[in-house]
């Protein structure tokens, strides 16, 4: 199958666009006034004119190397405000968003501004070396990327005002929770650099992972996910690590990520290591019973860390140990069920089927994405 690059940015920037305009998705039948005009009166109205003016930018500057030429400029130019205005108008339906036809206008300014970039012989250059770059021979490893980039980013939705810096605040790592779960994201960050060096071109794998490592400090500044900057750090190291340290090749280590997996996930399942004699609860078959208690973005973000690591250890068993699909899902899912069924008899979890659930959809998913044919620039 042959891979656009620019064409595969394009689709990843419509969808961020979408999704940005229309979160957090509480919609109403009755929609206030629509597209209303305002001026920017407050120096948050100009920041947010700023934004809206560059939000846009990379869906016409990769909209534009899609479709070159003049009638890829106005295709891109059309597009983009016929979007902007669809989504503007849906935004009277949304009770925390503000419909503006001022974001219209700047979101078309800021697609015509992408349009142009995209002509200029700089941008051609770059973009030309870039289609050239060799891309990944399997598609399972951009799979676990993108489950890692959820967990991570969910919902990507960042807040630049001055009230967003307070919420960054450190949490004190002085209990064995704390510091598995440091050590989790530390080890999440360096599988992902190895897996980008293992399966990537050397290039590409070095931008890639320069681009997420760059982006780790937007975790600070996203709505609905006050954090830690011990987390981000515990990440960011483990992605360094990963990418400084020569991994390509080494048997030992794939299967020592493979084994830590094991190890990471058994330590998951079984916090906070504390077991009654009796059971605290009882087994629930009903999945995600203790995700629906959560705020949307947080359940979004665990169930993508599950689904990352349960993928990324039945790949990894397969490779490092040449394991079947089938062999490798059922030690991961054994481990799993082992776990939560740990959990009854421990007062601060919630035992349900979701996790087991979980690691049968990476499964398929990982048979999916290992019978498609490699991707070809």
Known sequence: MKFNPTRAALLLSLLLVVHLTLFPFHFISRPRLPLAWSSPDTPGDWLDVVMNLYFYLPLGLFGALSFPGWRGFLLTLTGASLLSTGLEYLQAFEP??????????????????????????????????????????????????????????????????????????SEPVDSPEAIIQILGLAFAGFAIATLLKETFALRVATIAGILLLAALPLQLLLIGRPMGAEKTIASAVGLILGLILPVAGNLVLARSLALATLLILALRQTMPFEWSDRAAHSFSWMPLSAALGLARPDGLSIIADKLFFAIYGIRQFQIAFALPLGIATLLITALVFAGEISQIYQPG????????LLCLVGALLLRWAQSEQPLKA
Not at 118 to 135: D, E, H, I, N, Y
Not at 159 to 168: D, H, P, Q, T, V
Not at 349 to 356: G, K, L, Q, S
């Open 96 to 169: 925390m968003r503000v419909s503006s036809a001022r974001d219209v206008l700047l979101n078309s300014m800021g697609a015509a501004l992408g349009a142009l970039l995209a002509r200029t012989k700089l941008v051609s250059w770059l973009s030309k070396r870039f289609r050239g770059l060799s891309w990944t021979e399997d598609r399972s490893a951009i799979l676990v990327v993108f489950l890692w980039a959820i967990a991570r980013w969910a919902p990507f939705v960042p807040s630049f005002r001055r009230s967003s810096l307070y919420s960054i605040h």
């Open 349 to 356: 979890r919630i035992p349900d089927i979701t996790d087991i």
